[in-house]
């Protein structure tokens, strides 16, 4: 998604759609009562949708509400393509007892909402099939949605980070994509021998500049490490031997010319285009990157994704992952029917659909996926262990910890081309950290 059209660190139409940790939302999900409704003759479901009309999505949903309607004829289905900025107005229709029986987008933003378990949803066949929504819809996925061993919020598409190269740039080199961070930096050295840096990176995006921190934190200190040491009142879980350790790294690689010459101050979409015309190895992004670079890419270009690689710590291999998820309101007024409707759009005619026409991933590993992300669904299909976006940070600390700690502090540390040292770093990182809670009430 491009940083110019909406800002990394918020809800973003499809790529930023932030997943729920447990105790975020078992927070959220107080008693508020709300009928269970009627499914008889005359039901209909209100569903508020992320999109806009005119956006593939749309096409999609009205093609199955379609198909839902003619085999369900006591059920209509009312959608309404709001856009992304609908929460102020689908908070008012609830506090005025008239909430929408379906609402979708980023799972962060919807946990506002007091949230229907959708549990029976996920036990619930699927149309026409013989399994169950929860035996389409991976376990990685699953488990970015739940709380308390209940599932709140249904996902229907997905974004994966890691990796991005190009095969020939690769394979002309005689190399292989990096399983462990030795192999990846020792790939510094063939690149530069050509004239290439190892990675494209706009500078100028302070989200994607954080990416090699949040996966290295993640590598040695586990998927909760970032999270811990950014509710860390005191400030100094920072100076742990983790983030040394992921410091140490970030340091290394910006100072030893792995990256493209003067990309603290390249502006985006520079070197993600350049990456996409084949100049250097590797950008580090989330699977919206190659749909991004489509019309600036060679057309014989052939994109691969591999994971973030290994470091040897007790977080090596996991997969950050965000989704976008319908749910249901507590205080929806036909729960029934709206869980029957989802359970028609988890039919594989409608996720191959989304697949086709958006050009996105969906749960469901027996949909044939775009061609750009087919590495990508391999990989969930192995049910490998997901890490919620940014290691849990935005969704256990106040949305302002990122613009006020984190992009500030980190951004003139791996800005610095090395010069900056890691203890400098983390001792800032740490007392800035401090000064944040000591504003908080």
């Known amino acids: 998604m491009s940083p110019s059209r909406t800002p990394l660190f918020t809800v973003r139409r499809r790529t930023a759609l932030a997943a729920l940790t447990t105790a975020a939302l078992a927070a959220s999900l107080t008693a508020c009562g709300g009928g269970t409704g009627s499914d008889g003759g005359g039901t209909t479901v209100d569903y508020v949708s992320q999109w806009n009309p005119q956006d593939p999505e749309a096409q999609v949903i009205n093609k199955a509400i379609t198909a839902f309607e003619k085999a369900n004829p006591g059920i209509k289905v009312k959608a309404t393509y709001a856009g992304r900025n609908n929460d102020a107005k689908i908070l008012n229709q609830i506090k005025a007892r008239n909430a929408p029986d379906i609402v979708e987008g980023g799972t962060m933003r919807l946990k506002q909402f007091k949230l229907e378990p959708l549990d029976d949803l996920y036990a619930m066949k699927i149309p026409g099939e013989t399994k169950t929504v929860g035996e389409v819809v991976p376990d990685g996925l699953k488990t970015l949605n739940t709380a308390e061993g209940k599932a709140y919020a249904a996902p229907y598409e997905y974004v994966v980070g890691g990796l991005w190269y190009q095969e020939k740039q690769l394979a002309s080199r005689g190399l292989k994509p990096p399983a462990q961070w030795p192999e990846f930096t020792a790939q510094a050295a063939r690149f530069k021998a050509d004239g290439q840096p190892l990675v494209q990176q706009d500078g100028s995006v302070a989200g994607y500049n954080f990416f090699w921190f949040v996966n290295l934190v993640a590598r040695y200190g586990g998927p909760d490490a970032m999270a811990k ?92 992952a965000d989704t976008t998820s319908w749910v249901v309101p507590q205080a929806a007024k036909h729960k029934d029917a709206a869980k029957k409707f989802l359970a028609h759009l988890y039919g594989k005619a409608t996720m191959q659909g989304f697949s086709d026409t958006a050009k996105t991933l969906t749960p469901r590993t027996d949909v044939t996926p775009p061609a750009l992300l087919a590495d990508v669904t391999a990989l969930l299909a192995k049910n490998p262990k997901v890490m919620p976006r940014l290691g849990n940070l935005e969704r256990t600390a106040p949305a302002d910890y990122i613009t006020k700690v984190v992009d500030p502090v980190y951004g003139d540390f791996f800005k610095s081309v090395g010069k900056q040292s890691t203890a400098d770093f983390l001792d800032k990182l740490a007392k800035a950290s401090k000064e944040f809670w000591a504003t908080q009430r």
């Open 229 to 320: 040491a950014a509710t860390d009142k005191s400030g100094e879980a920072w100076k742990g031997e983790v983030y040394q350790q992921a410091a140490d790294q970030v340091r290394a690689l910006t100072s030893a010319g792995a990256l493209n010459k003067g990309y603290e101050g390249t502006t985006f979409p520079a070197a993600q285009n350049a990456w996409a015309q084949g100049k250097g190895g590797y950008a580090l992004n989330f699977s919206w990157m190659p749909k991004e670079t489509d019309k600036v890419r060679a057309a014989d270009a052939e994109i691969r994704y591999t994971p973030f690689p290994n470091v040897g710590g007790p977080g090596d291999d996991l997969v950050e």
